[in-house]
């Protein structure tokens, strides 16, 4: 093989590679990224909330979906980084959540659970979570929650499902 031949494989070798790249980049960067959030119930019925360090606001516990993880898995794993509360069990499906906007870093789908919750309240991930604390229903700290919280606590409060 001569070198101009030799010179041509490798630059359509480094466009297969570049188009390829591309590819990933645009699967990664141009598509939702899945996530859940928790609605943590303890034994007595309180609710348990996080105040997110990034915006001083109470949040639902949760988080992203890792490479080759369920969301029950994910549900469990985000629980226990964020809580230090072991999953008992998933009661229901409260909803799922796609609007573009609804998170201010990135588009994300959000699967959204009411589980059973046990365990002490302990801050794990001391980057991401400021305090923990558990609400009774009837005392929810007023005001607007993070991202869409604030919707997907009041649809479950009513009992809805939803897909939004």
């Known amino acids: 093989m001569n070198n101009f031949a030799f010179m041509d494989v490798a630059v359509q070798s480094t ?15 141009r598509h939702p990224v899945p996530g859940t959030s928790i609605i943590p119930i303890l034994p007595d019925g309180r609710i348990v909330l996080i105040r997110r ?13 890792d ?16 809580t230090g509360l072991e999953l008992v069990k998933i ?23 009411e589980a059973d919750v046990r365990g002490d309240m302990d801050v794990q991930d001391t980057l991401e ?6 609400f009774p229903v009837n005392s929810l700290p007023p005001g607007k929650m993070s991202h ?5 606590l009041q649809d479950y409060l009513n009992g809805l499902t939803t897909l939004a």
């Open 67 to 82: 490479w080759g993880e369920d969301v029950p898995s994910a549900v469990g794993r985000e629980l226990r980084e964020e």
């Open 53 to 65: 360090r990034d915006n001083g606001l109470w949040a639902l516990p949760g988080g992203m979906v």
């Open 148 to 152: 869409d919280h604030t919707r997907q």
């Open 91 to 113: 009661r229901r499906l409260v909803g799922v959540y796609s609007a573009p906007d609804r998170d201010p870093r990135i588009h994300s789908i959000c699967i959204v659970v």
């Open 129 to 134: 979570v400021m305090e923990i604390q558990a």
């Open 15 to 29: 466009r297969s590679l570049w188009r390829f790249g591309q590819t990933v980049l645009g699967i990664i960067f």
